[in-house]
């Protein structure tokens, strides 16, 4: 602990006013240690104060405009009462005993630190103090700087009332050697003054004897009295290493000349002193120099205080190279620097010898766009005299840019010249973390909205994938800033991708139908079945990419790649693909979140496309299904009454010696019911009600057979164009209803080729995996035979695909067309089975495509038999049928044969009929009739009843629908209706006879 400081304060401004320092005019060496101070606190006001009775005076100030104030209004009073340590005061408006002080409310003053200036006699005489307008505190090592910097103050009043009283030994001195000669006439006047100097004064001898001496030089030599050390050699006192200086000033003294010395001695007591001495000869009267005449003053504190200051000196250059920026000063007129730290070698890699030598050094290395703006404020701030902040680029010797963040503050020199001195910060990182924030903070915006925009909008949510996929990657492209972005998906065998949709940005061009094989590049493949998102920033080299790299990113410019897997239903269905051209470029982690929400929107327009094109062909399917079963119902009403007329037209013609009008007319109806019968079949064959044949065939032989009848049929100004599967495509199915289909497509494509045109006729196998079954309604996972149409005519709308197979639905005039060709070639195909799908533009043509399931074994199917006819013996024949026209002809036409007929108008009255006659031998059942009982059921229970009973089955439907489980063979055990006589007795007769 210091000891504490006398308490009287007449004593303490006695001491003062000692030093003379009050009211003086400024020094620099004061201005100097208050500048640096500011500079060590980092504070923009620094003050050496002074307290005398009754005011506070600075002898020095920076940031200060007073020059005096009252005392008790003063920080630091207080600061020399509180002790002899640092007073801090970290915010005045908070301590009561300054918050109401002018110094607080006028100069706002907000924070202080103050040391106090202790004399030797330990007296507080001011204040070395650091004051700003802002509340703050001060580091410990700053506290320690400016405890050592009042140090300093001190020495330097020490030091100044020491130069006084040194002028006034000179003085003394200049005033000794004018008495000297007086000296020689009054011995007691020279004693007088020889015992009451208060510095050293010594006779020596040329030996280096001590002669005499005052009794203040031995006081500083510790010694008790003359007697003690006269006749010692003073030699022994001065340090070794200032001796032999000592010796020849002396020598030097003795040849006659004068001369001064600094030098260190060690008192007899041990202690050591630093003496300043001026030694001059001491002559005889004739003139002989008999001895050295020294005046020596003890300069002990003032050397203490230049190696204080000379340390200081030195802790202001290391704290200075320790501070992580560039310590600078610079003319104020040139904006030339005068001195700059060694950081700034580090931080721009320039030379020292460049920044202090080089003209204009600051405004040339400048970044290009900082360079007007930064010049121009700083010399505008200059002007006005203001300190002021400054945040520019500058240009490294290595290339780099670097951000500096610039504190300046205007100096004055003693002699008036303006001086900038600042702090030049590197502000690089947090510079280029504002930048990476700003900018990923923009990316993130862009990428909400471009979000936000495709979720709402309404092309994806509609059916037409296309259209969604390209503002996807329109989207992605442009919010990315990427010049190719692509939608690519697997194909069905999973072999390759496929390209459905690439925007090019700088084009503005989309394109599709590019493909990558698996086999071709299985380390990419590899990648994005293991990888959500894959990010590659060099492409060229990624060991994932790198395969792509000659056939694919070199010749298109591709430097790096940002893929994200595209997912449907939990299986991974393609990629989304970002492709950047260029440079190098590395994928930002808010991008690559990005990609994957875009892919997510690819995997939803996806599914919601496949999803909204089930339910169309779900809802087309139960449309054609309900105008299948009206159909179905009107062919099988109107074949029931062709059957009672055809039936009557036969009767009719059996009647001899008809006139041949009659027979004529008979024959015309005959004709009409033929064509009836057709039109009823065509209905059948939409509704799938119409009897098939089938047998296996092969689909080129179809086509073969009917290209030379289609020619002709479709004109010369139709090109036909047959391209065959090189292998047979078998299937299952009914020859003639295939036939029907091709026939039909043919003409339709004629018909949407008025001028002519191309006709394309194409067969092909076809494998239908789970995953393409599912989007396809009614339809199983399997091999298939395909036969494609294809015409160059005008294309279907849009809006006439959705209705294209509904019956009798015709965009062409009144009377050309039925509007049953496309709606017979649905009930075909979908009776085998099948599928049939169309794709069409508008002016470009259509593609009818049809797939019918392959087969691959041999079905046995016999020949039709010929017609026999033949009569009947009396055997009995239950005849079940609702319709009476037909039942009662009927009953006519087997009874003219030799047949014993009974008649049923439902199931139940025929097992009423079986129980009054029994002894039936065959049973001639509608398989549709009123009365909850089909004939097949009605056979079922009379086959019970007699196993050996026989059954032929009739119907205006077909037999698969009639009877999906039952055996049907037409002409043998089944009738479709309208059936002529000769049949029915036919079928009956074979029936009974076993064939």
Request: proline content about 4%; aromatic content about 6%.
């Amino acid at each position: 602990m210091p000891d504490p400081l006398p308490t009287p304060e007449h004593e303490r401004l006695a001491n003062l006013q000692a030093y003379g320092i009050l009211d003086t005019a400024p020094e620099q060496v004061f201005d100097d240690l208050a500048e640096l101070a500011a500079q060590i606190c980092s504070t923009p006001i620094a003050m050496i104060s002074l307290v005398d009775a009754d005011r506070q005076w600075f002898k020095a100030r920076v940031g200060m405009p007073l020059l005096e104030t009252a005392r008790n209004a003063s920080f630091c009073t207080h600061a020399i009462a509180a002790g002899p340590d640092l007073m801090i005061v970290t915010d005045a408006h908070a301590d009561p005993r300054f918050a109401d002080g002018p110094l607080v409310t006028g100069e706002s003053l907000r924070f202080y630190a103050g040391a106090p200036l202790i004399s030797p006699e330990g007296h507080a005489l001011g204040t070395l103090c650091v004051a700003d307008v802002l509340p703050r505190e001060i580091t410990s090592s700053q506290q320690r700087a400016l405890r050592a910097l009042a140090r300093q103050v001190m020495t330097q009043l020490a030091l100044r009332r020491r130069g006084q009283e040194l002028h006034q030994a000179n003085e003394l001195i200049r005033e000794h050697e004018r008495l000297d000669r007086a000296l020689r006439a009054s011995e007691h006047r020279w004693r007088t003054i020889f015992a009451t100097e208060p510095e050293c004064v010594k006779l020596v001898g040329r030996e280096g004897e001590l002669l005499d001496m005052n009794p203040a030089g031995l006081a500083m030599i510790e010694a008790e009295s003359l007697e003690q050390v006269a006749g010692c050699c003073v030699y022994d006192l001065v340090d070794p290493q200032h001796r032999s200086s000592f010796r020849t000033l002396h020598e030097r003294v003795f040849l006659g000349e004068s001369g001064m010395l600094t030098f260190e001695i060690t008192g007899l007591k041990g202690t050591r002193r630093w003496m300043e001495t001026r030694s001059v000869p001491m002559r005889d009267d004739a003139g002989r120099v008999t001895g050295s005449l020294s005046v020596t003053r003890d300069i002990t504190g003032r050397k203490h205080s230049e190696d204080a200051l000379r340390s200081a000196d030195q802790d202001r250059a290391k704290l200075i190279d320790a501070i992580d920026g560039i310590v600078w000063e610079a003319n104020a007129e040139t904006l030339e620097f005068l001195f700059v730290s060694h950081q700034a070698e580090r931080l721009l890699g320039y030379p020292i010898a460049q920044w202090l030598t080089e003209p204009s050094f600051w405004s040339s290395h400048l970044h290009p766009d900082d360079r007007v703006w930064a010049v121009d404020s700083c010399v505008a701030s200059t002007q006005a005299r203001l300190g002021h902040v400054l945040e520019y680029r500058m240009i490294a010797a290595n290339g780099d840019v670097v951000w500096l963040h610039d504190i300046v503050r205007i100096v004055e020199a003693g002699d008036g010249e303006l001086k900038l001195q600042g702090l030049m910060v590197d502000v690089t990182e947090r510079r280029t973390a504002e930048d990476a924030l700003r900018a990923s903070s923009e990316r993130n915006a862009r990428q909400r909205t471009a979000i936000i925009e495709l979720t709402r909008s309404p092309v994806l949510q509609a059916v037409d994938l296309e259209a969604a996929l390209r503002i996807i990657t329109e989207t992605a492209a442009r919010t990315l800033g990427v010049e190719r972005v692509s939608i690519w998906r697997f194909n069905q065998s999973r072999s390759a991708i496929v390209c459905r949709d690439l925007f090019e940005l700088t084009a503005e061009r989309h394109s599709s139908g590019t493909a990558l094989a698996r086999e071709t590049y299985p380390a990419y493949f590899s990648a994005i079945s293991t990888s959500e998102v894959m990010s590659v920033d060099d492409a060229l080299t990624d060991p994932r990419t790198c395969e792509l790299a000659a056939g694919y990113l070199r010749p298109l410019g591709i430097a790096s790649m940002l893929d994200a897997v595209i997912q449907v239903d939990g299986e991974i269905d393609g990629v989304l693909c970002h492709q950047h051209v260029g440079h190098v470029r590395a994928w930002t982690p808010d991008e690559l979140t990005f990609v994957v929400s875009i892919a997510n929107l690819v995997s939803l327009a996806i599914a919601q496309s496949e999803r909204r094109q089930m339910e169309q062909r779900f809802r087309q399917s139960q449309k054609m299904e309900a105008f299948g079963q009206l159909a179905g119902g009107v062919a099988h009403d109107f074949n029931n009454i062709l059957a009672g007329v055809v039936l009557a037209a036969n009767e009719a013609a059996e009647v001899e010696g008809l006139p041949d009008t009659v027979k004529d007319a008979l024959n015309e109806i005959e004709v009409a019911t033929t064509r009836g019968a057709s039109l009823t079949r065509q209905l059948l064959a939409f509704s799938r009600r119409q009897v098939m044949q089938r047998k296996q065939m092969d689909l080129n032989t179809v086509v073969t057979s009917l290209t030379q009848m289609l020619r002709r049929i479709l004109g010369a100004d139709v090109d036909v164009e047959v391209n065959l599967h090189p292998s047979p495509l078998l299937t299952l199915a009914d020859a003639g209803m295939v036939d029907q289909v091709l026939m039909n497509l043919a003409v339709n494509a004629r018909d949407a080729m008025p001028n002519g045109g191309r006709l394309l006729i194409e067969t092909a196998e076809r494998t239908i995996d789970s995953d393409e079954a599912r989007s396809m309604a009614d339809t199983a996972p399997g091999r298939y035979v395909s036969l494609r149409v294809t015409d160059s005519g005008c294309g279907i709308s849009p809006e006439h695909m959705q209705r294209l197979f509904e019956p009798f639905f015709t965009t062409k005039e009144p009377g050309k067309g039925t509007g049953l060709g496309l709606a017979t070639v649905f009930g075909i195909v979908k009776q085998h089975r099948g599928v049939v799908n169309v794709f069409s533009h508008p002016g470009r043509g259509a593609t009818f495509s049809v797939l019918f399931p392959a087969s691959g074994r041999a079905v046995s199917a016999s020949e039709p038999p010929a017609t026999i006819t033949r009569r009947g013996g009396g055997e009995t024949i239950l005849v079940a049928e609702d319709e009476p026209a037909v039942r009662k002809l009927t009953r006519i036409v087997l009874q003219r044969r030799g047949y014993r007929v009974l008649e049923a108008a439902s199931g139940d009255e025929a097992l009423r009929i079986w129980e009054q006659h029994g002894n039936v031998d065959m049973l001639l059942t509608d398989l549709v009739m009123p009365g909850g009982m089909t004939g097949r059921e009605l056979a079922l229970r009379l086959q019970q009843r007699d196993a050996n009973l026989k059954v032929i089955f009739t119907s205006g439907y077909s037999a698969e629908l009639a009877g999906r489980d039952l055996a049907l063979q037409e002409g043998e055990n089944f009738l479709q209706k309208p059936c002529p006589a000769s049949r029915i007795v036919d079928a009956v007769w074979r029936c009974l006879n076993d064939g």
